[in-house]
């Protein structure tokens, strides 16, 4: 019998890791982890609009061109008021080439393109966090309303268009991912008007909250006198 129990406790454990795995979470003041990739994403999802480097299709929509995309997020500099800190660490998201995850493979495999690029931050949050499909847009407003995937509530400002990647193709291009067709990867030319997503590594989390330090230390030093007033007694 205890053999039973045993393997019902690490049968139901198992199932609880699986259960909260690839998960987006809340961590207040506009920050949304994602811990299946560790980084942390900002809910605003056009936060750009009408900053200095808003340089697209006007100066107050958000839509920048490659290089003044990732000069935004290099000087970008936001504060976390639940935790007191304001991070400079943003970057533009991540693409990885070659992906094989991708549905097309271009230049004898040298770069991919396509639907269903998962080696990308940005593939990643349209497919597996936010549910995006390939044949039906996760954006399109005829659905939108409809959406079953609560994760899409964490977030403001997504544009139905190109996200751009700081990962440069060559010297004229830039990779793209557009949550306004379909979730499709390409590269496009670095002059164009897409839109900025800043994203960093790791978890806000992991940064204390104002005063833990000193609580922790004032716990500390209590726990020692503690035990040496009973030492001298």
């Known amino acids: 019998m205890k053999h039973s129990h045993r393997v019902s406790l690490v049968c139901s454990l198992a199932l609880f890791s699986v259960s ?11 920050l949304i982890y994602d811990d ?8 605003n999802a056009n936060y ?30 936001y504060y976390d008021s639940v935790r007191d800190v304001t991070y400079t660490d943003w970057r533009l998201p991540k693409t990885l080439q070659p992906d094989a995850s991708c549905s097309q493979q271009e230049g004898g495999g040298s770069f991919s393109a396509g639907t269903n690029c998962l080696g990308s931050e940005l593939g990643h949050m349209y497919y597996t966090e936010l ?11 005829a659905t939108i309303a409809d959406s079953s995937d609560p994760d899409l509530a964490k ?12 990962r440069e193709f060559d ?17 496009d030319q670095k ?16 940064v204390p909250a ?15 006198a503690k035990r040496w007033r009973r030492a001298a007694a």
């Open 210 to 224: 104002p005063g833990a330090g000193w609580l922790l230390a004032t716990g500390v030093a209590g726990l020692v």
């Open 20 to 30: 909260v795995q690839a998960a987006l979470i809340d961590r207040g003041s506009g």
């Open 191 to 206: 002059i164009l008007g897409y839109y900025g997503w800043a994203v960093r590594d790791g978890d806000v989390a992991a």
């Open 171 to 187: 010297a004229t291009f830039a990779f793209v991912l557009n949550f306004g067709f379909n979730g499709t990867q390409a590269a």
């Open 36 to 43: 299946d990739l560790d980084v942390t994403w900002l809910a």
């Open 155 to 166: 977030f403001t400002n997504i544009q139905s268009d190109g996200y751009w990647s700081g």
């Open 48 to 77: 750009g609009a009408g900053s200095a480097f808003d340089d697209g299709f006007s100066n107050s929509d958000g839509a920048m061109t490659w290089q003044s995309a990732v000069a935004w997020a290099a000087d970008l500099s």
């Open 131 to 141: 549910g995006g499909g390939i044949s039906a847009n996760l954006l399109d407003p």
